[in-house]
């Protein structure tokens, strides 16, 4: 490594606490290829519980609201779904919209099959409310004895005072609850574990996953998988998995991108290796005394746990085995196509995963709002971040070759500053002869290889499995049959470019036609226009407006209102 080194910089941070973060935000940014590298762009959903009188249970993504309380995270949709509608069953908390709630004048069906105690309509007050939304958090916080404890004696209660009607409500919510924590004992329900995370490192066949299972309130949740990139160190090994899990938790825990970061970090986390974090020795203390201080409480790390705690552990490392071999199968069967495709079409790759195909499709209606469209595939991957859409402009409309031609132009006008690695093996065009003639003149006047150009031509009646492919230089067509892994490949990629065309057509075509509908309109000039479009955020916005919402626009009369209306409906 330090013999590739050209340049160096030097930061100076005030603390080795300081210096962590900064190291763990460049290697996110800059992904150096010496370092583990976890990269999941998914957002963790939470539970959340606004702050309004009557609070409302839904699940969240996102920035948090200092009103509200939030549970979790969960480790998919699904966890938090499940949890709702136990809290549903149990506690009757409502999940509708506020602006439904304000407006209800008589319960709806959540009430009637008993999963909503209707506050909207006055059938318990705002204590009573209150009340069970307590024991409900309570009951996330994993304090499930305490709540059964409490409803036994809210039940005792009304029955001495003769209100047997609240009393049967409450013997149903103790048999609900009963019933789902007996139901759910298989899912580990844990009184007094509290918030529990467990990381498993697993390595099979040279590919490494690290397990993240979530333990919250003594409730397992599920698990999600990671599979770390730039994993091979210069001697080419794998890592240890200590090392593993500590780049994990550095970059896992330390991003201040994910919120509420209390939430995020658990009062344990149980480790399948033994690291340094969290001992008293080793330079990694730091990351113990970071994540502390980001939670607002001190951490404790676990190796070799007992219990229940040592059965989740058990759990975590057989489920990375589980997505180890799953990852192993799908990749796999990428690499087959990948493999095969470059034998048929004779590439020269030290490493399949360098194979990158740059894939141009043309969409319109009949000749309106033309759209190219650019996917990647790279990795052995799409690569939907590099995904690029072209407004064709200056043609005949409907004339594809000059679409194809102008495309082609603006996606290599400058391909002598496209790094190498970033210059495509194969250049797919979704079409025939004519297309790939127009491909051909376009690398010739650019002066690059034209041997790059794949045209796949569409068989009979558009079956899949009939396609032909084309050739720019002297190679013949070439018919590849149904069962070929190559053209499965080719096929996938194209139809994505069709997808990904088709869509920026229809968006763009539905634009153009509000916009000329809208300048249809005698006396809407570009003003108006403008403030049409701010106020109701866009052309979707304008063509849902009511009358009367229209009317709230400056200048906009009541007879211009209703033309406007009549001319967008």
């Known amino acids: 490594m330090v013999g590739k080194i050209a340049s160096y910089e030097t930061t100076v941070t005030r603390t080795e606490s300081e210096a962590l973060i900064l190291e763990n935000n460049l290697i996110k940014e800059l992904t150096p290829p010496f370092n583990i590298l976890f990269r999941d762009d998914k957002s963790y959903p939470y539970l959340m519980l606004s702050g309004n009188t009557f609070p409302r249970l839904a699940s969240y993504r996102g920035k948090v609201d200092r009103r509200n309380r939030y549970f979790g995270p969960f480790p998919n949709a699904w966890a938090v779904r499940n949890s709702i509608q136990i809290l549903q069953k149990v506690f009757r908390l409502r999940t509708c919209e506020d602006s439904v709630f304000k407006n209800r004048s008589r319960p709806c069906l959540l009430h009637q099959i008993h999963r909503c105690s209707a506050p909207c309509v006055g059938r318990l007050s705002a204590e009573q409310y209150g009340q069970d939304v307590a024991q409900a958090m309570r009951f996330l916080e994993g304090d499930h004895s305490q709540v059964l404890t409490e409803l036994e004696k809210e039940m005792e209660a009304h029955s001495v005072a003769m209100e047997f009607e609240m009393a049967a ?26 918030d529990v995370d467990i990381l498993a490192v697993a390595e099979l066949e040279g590919m490494v996953c690290v397990n993240l299972a979530m333990v919250r309130g003594g409730r397992h949740l599920g698990d999600r998988a990671y599979f770390p990139k730039a994993l091979r160190s210069v001697a080419g090994e794998l890592p240890d998995p200590a090392e593993i899990l500590e780049a994990f938790m550095q970059q896992h825990y330390l991003d201040t991108e994910l919120e509420p970061t209390s939430n995020l ?305």
Request: charged share 25%; aromatic share 4%.
């Open 265 to 569: 970090i658990p009062q344990t986390i149980i480790l399948s290796h033994q690291t340094q974090v969290g001992s008293e020795v080793g330079t990694t203390i730091n990351l113990s005394d970071i994540l502390a201080a980001q939670a607002g409480r001190k951490i404790y790390f676990l190796h070799q746990p007992h219990g229940q705690r040592r059965h989740w552990l058990v759990m975590a490392e057989g489920n990375a085995k589980i997505a180890l071999a799953k990852r192993l199968v799908e990749t796999g069967g990428q690499l087959a196509k990948v493999r095969a495709l470059a034998d048929i079409l004779a590439l020269d790759l030290e490493n399949l995963e360098q194979l990158r195909i740059e894939c141009f499709d043309i969409s319109h209606t009949a000749g309106e709002a033309t759209q190219a469209a650019c996917v990647v595939y790279a990795k052995n991957a799409m690569q939907a971040s590099e995904y690029r859409r072209f407004n064709i402009k200056d043609i005949t409309p409907g004339d594809d070759y000059a679409a194809m031609r102008q495309v082609l132009q603006r996606r290599y006008a400058n391909f002598q500053e496209i790094p190498p690695e970033r210059m495509p093996h194969v250049i797919l065009i979704d079409g025939g002869k004519g297309q790939v003639e127009m491909a051909r003149q376009v690398l010739v006047d650019f002066g690059m290889e034209i041997g790059l150009i794949v045209g796949v031509a569409k068989g009979e009646k558009r079956q899949v499995g009939l396609e032909t492919l084309i050739f720019a230089d002297d190679r013949p067509a070439l018919t590849l049959g149904i069962q070929s892994a190559a053209l499965m490949l080719l096929a996938q990629i194209r139809d994505e470019a069709h997808r990904f065309a088709i869509t920026g057509m229809r968006a763009q075509r539905a634009k153009t036609r509000t916009v000329s509908r809208l300048e249809e309109i005698e006396g809407i000039g570009a003003k108006r226009r403008q403030k049409l479009l701010a106020r109701f955020g866009g052309l979707r916005g304008v063509a849902n407006a009511s009358i009367e919402e229209l009317l709230g626009v400056e200048g906009i009369s009541q007879v211009l209102a209703e033309q406007i209306y009549r001319q967008l409906h």
């Open 169 to 194: 409500v409450l013997r149903d919510r103790i048999a609900d609850l009963s019933s789902v924590l007996q139901q759910q004992s298989m899912d580990t329900i844990a009184t007094g574990e509290g």
